[in-house]
């Protein structure tokens, strides 16, 4: 009999509790140990009291994971938390990365509001039509490879959302992307700055590609740039499904 526990990698949502699907509570309350980078497990830890909580910092990703497969082969039901989603810059993959193919331990992942539908909730309805996320972070990837991204995105006149847009030793990433995109969009295309979508120092302004510097942007922002077709409307950034029709009501 298999006696070793459960993984469970958790998007526990951008922050709240009511911002948390009941599913991913549930795994939460059957896990023996929740584990996660500090920031995440403070979201969460009030909910949880009788259940063991384990932080690690920040960078210390594969370590986590080696951790929880560890712990799960001793029999503990494990929940390995992300922010948002796990499956999005999370958690998730290196998880699945780090187990081993003879590892008879299982794996479930269970979804979660990621910040950029936290942030285009907040903001109105700016991702009704195609969009992209970048991640202008590169630790992890070539920022050649990023930029050609950047790139195609805005010559497909897609809607751009993007993840770790600036931090204190990466500040000059942001400021290319907007070069790109105005080589593409149209100044004046609208865009949204979301700071701690869901948590209590929520913040967000509606600005446009022009200006959008002008804003407070950190690594707890997400940046959603419009398309063509994306208008202003009641102080809220809408993007139309329809090209041809304008609908007022
Ligand atoms: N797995 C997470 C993303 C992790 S990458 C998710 O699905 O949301 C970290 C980046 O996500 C941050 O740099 C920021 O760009 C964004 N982010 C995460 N939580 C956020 C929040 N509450 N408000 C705004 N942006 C957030």
Not at 165 to 175: E, F, M, N
Request: aromatic share 6%; net charge negative.
């Amino acid at each position: 009999m298999n006696k070793n526990g459960k993984i469970y990698v958790v998007g526990i949502g951008p922050g709240k509790k009511a911002d948390m699907t009941f599913k991913a509570y549930e795994a939460m309350e059957k896990s023996d140990i929740i584990v996660g980078y500090k920031t995440y497990t403070d979201l969460i830890e009030e909910y949880f009291p009788n259940t063991e909580i384990k932080s690690s910092s920040m960078m210390k990703e594969v370590d986590r994971c080696i951790e929880v497969l560890e712990l799960a082969k001793s029999g503990k039901n494990v929940a390995l938390i992300s922010s948002g989603d796990a499956g999005v810059y999370g958690m998730a993959g290196i998880m699945y990365e780090v187990i081993g193919e003879n590892d008879d331990v299982e794996i479930e992942v269970i979804a979660g509001v990621t910040a950029t539908n936290a942030a285009a909730a907040i903001v109105g309805a700016p991702i009704m039509h195609d969009y992209v996320t970048i991640s202008l972070s590169n630790l992890l990837t070539d920022w050649e490879l990023i930029k050609k991204r950047l790139e195609l995105a805005a010559q497909g006149d897609f809607i751009v959302s993007l993840y770790n847009p600036k931090s204190k030793g990466r500040t000059t990433q942001i400021v290319e992307a907007q070069e790109i995109m105005l080589k593409h969009k149209p100044k004046d295309t609208p865009v949204a700055i979301v700071r701690n979508a869901g948590r209590e120092t929520e913040e967000h302004e509606i600005t446009t590609l022009e200006k959008m510097l002008d804003s407070e942007i950190n690594m707890l922002t997400i940046v959603l740039i419009g398309n063509s077709n994306t208008f202003v409307k009641k102080g809220k950034m809408v993007t139309p499904r329809g090209y041809d029709k304008k609908y007022e009501y």
